[in-house]
């Protein structure tokens, strides 16, 4: 499945952004660590740099990861999008940059709160998930001590752990040294 550059982007920054309290503590606890979020994953336009700021990305934060939990359950799920849609007062409409020449959707004014952009954002990239039939790509980690949320961008859609905590590897380390012990001695 492929989707647009934007919709992929937008995916894996709300996982980011959900996983900011989940892996290792909050790390979205102070405006700079906002602001160093915000710069590596590329969002541009209106900061505030403010705890007023701070305080609605996180409760966007805390929104994305229920949403997350609602992968198996389609209308669920669009109810929550049409509400975030909603909620963000989104208005697409299309643009370009010279570092991304390729015309994408922008949602909200560049002047409008952060979070609304963000949830603007988001929400128009899960109703491209939702649209396409892939809310199967939504999932968190399988390690039973993590948890991340991830989006499956994989071909066959079986990736089952996240990047954020070296999981998939500790598990298979787990896994085989299980295997190791029943052998027994070689």
């Given at each position: 499945m492929n989707f647009?550059?934007?919709?992929?982007?937008?995916?894996?920054?709300?996982?980011?952004?959900?996983?900011?309290?989940?892996?290792?503590?909050?790390?979205l606890g102070q405006v700079a660590a906002l602001d160093d979020f915000l710069t590596e994953?590329?969002?541009?336009?209106?900061r505030d740099r403010d705890d007023a700021e701070l305080a609605a990305v996180h409760a966007l934060r805390?929104?994305?990861?229920?949403?997350?939990t609602l992968a198996r359950d389609e209308e669920a799920m669009v109810a929550e999008v049409n509400a975030l849609l909603a909620d963000t007062q989104a208005r697409p409409w299309l643009t370009r940059h010279a570092?991304?020449?390729?015309?994408?959707?922008?949602?909200?004014d560049d002047?409008?709160?952060?979070?609304?952009?963000?949830?603007?954002?988001?929400?128009?990239?899960?109703?491209?998930?939702?649209?396409?039939?892939?809310?199967?790509r939504l999932?968190?980690?399988?390690?039973?001590?993590?948890?991340?949320?991830?989006?499956?961008?994989?071909?066959?859609?079986?990736?089952?752990f996240c990047d954020t905590g070296n999981c998939g590897n500790?598990?298979?380390?787990?896994?085989?040294?299980e295997r190791r012990a029943q052998a027994g001695p070689a």
């Open positions: 647009s550059h934007d919709t992929e982007l937008s995916l894996r920054s709300a996982c980011a952004l959900v996983n900011t309290d989940r892996v290792d503590g909050e790390q994953w590329g969002w541009t336009g209106r805390t929104r994305l990861g229920a949403m997350w570092e991304l020449p390729d015309w994408h959707l922008h949602l909200a002047q409008d709160p952060l979070a609304r952009r963000m949830g603007a954002e988001t929400a128009m990239a899960l109703a491209d998930v939702i649209r396409d039939g892939e809310l199967r999932k968190s980690c399988a390690a039973p001590d993590c948890d991340a949320v991830l989006i499956d961008l994989s071909r066959n859609r079986s990736r089952r500790r598990q298979h380390v787990a896994a085989y040294r």
